[in-house]
């Protein structure tokens, strides 16, 4: 049962333009999301998160929309550099310091 | 800010011994941490939970006897693949909770590369 998903293993941007990665969930009881960047053979590093009471969250490049009637989220990247290119990850947990269940997550490469 | 520091980086073992992956939070206290395994291409799975001085709450499908989970201080956690064999070769992930990141606590570790041969 795959609680959160990233439909699209992968996604190829032109650099300067907008990267737009989407994550949907199934359980509702979820009450915060997370976005991470990782790398091959390296842990994954947190980007932003957002409550699920809150519909926006932005810091300098990479804003998180959230949309709880659909159950989905998204994060923009603008503009998007090359060294954006790596695996994209959501993660989304149901408490505070509760476990992160991860996205399949996507593989975004962002050309010169 | 939180630093999770996972040793080794990178292990190779020969089947059937057992290897195992410490976990350490370096700057604060990590009343909780998570492990997980990741396969090439895939997502990140969570395998468990542990609680400091507490056994460690397995998500379904993962064997505790085969994967010991020992917390036994507010900064260290391992975890121990016994009789490893080569379908256990994974890149296995531990990550921290802080009261004191703006992430809401969840620090992660640089991995570590399991190649059973």
């Known amino acids: 049962d795959q609680q959160v998903k990233q439909n699209s293993p992968s996604l190829s941007v032109q650099e300067g333009r907008i990267s737009i990665l989407n994550c949907d969930y199934t359980n509702s009881m979820f009450d915060y999301f997370l976005w991470y960047k990782k790398y091959p053979a390296e842990g994954p590093t947190f980007l932003i998160s957002?409550?699920?009471?809150?519909d926006k969250n932005e810091d300098g490049r990479f804003t998180v929309f959230l949309n709880k009637s659909a159950k989905h989220l998204s994060l923009h990247i603008v503009p998007s550099q090359p060294g954006d290119s790596a695996v994209y990850f959501c993660a989304a947990r149901k408490d505070q310091g509760g476990k992160l269940i991860f996205g399949q997550g996507t593989e975004l490469s962002v050309k010169p | 800010g939180a630093v999770v520091s996972q040793h080794p980086s990178r292990v190779i073992c020969k089947s059937g011994t057992s290897v195992k992956i410490e976990c350490r939070s370096l700057?604060?206290?990590?009343?909780?941490m998570f492990w997980y395994r990741q396969f090439p291409k895939q997502s990140l799975m969570l395998m468990a939970t542990?609680?400091?001085?507490?056994?460690?709450?397995?998500e379904q499908g993962v064997e505790k006897d085969k994967f010991l989970i020992n917390h036994a201080s507010l900064t260290l956690s391992t975890l121990t693949v016994t009789s490893a064999h080569p379908e256990d070769s994974s890149f296995y992930i531990c990550?921290?909770?802080?009261?004191?990141?703006?992430?809401?606590?969840?620090?992660f570790g640089s991995g570590t590369r399991l190649t059973v041969v």
């Open positions: 957002i409550s699920s009471i809150k």
């Open positions: 700057d604060f206290q990590a009343t909780t």
């Open positions: 542990s609680n400091e001085g507490s056994k460690a709450t397995y």
């Open positions: 990550s921290a909770i802080s009261v004191t990141t703006g992430n809401y606590g969840y620090t």
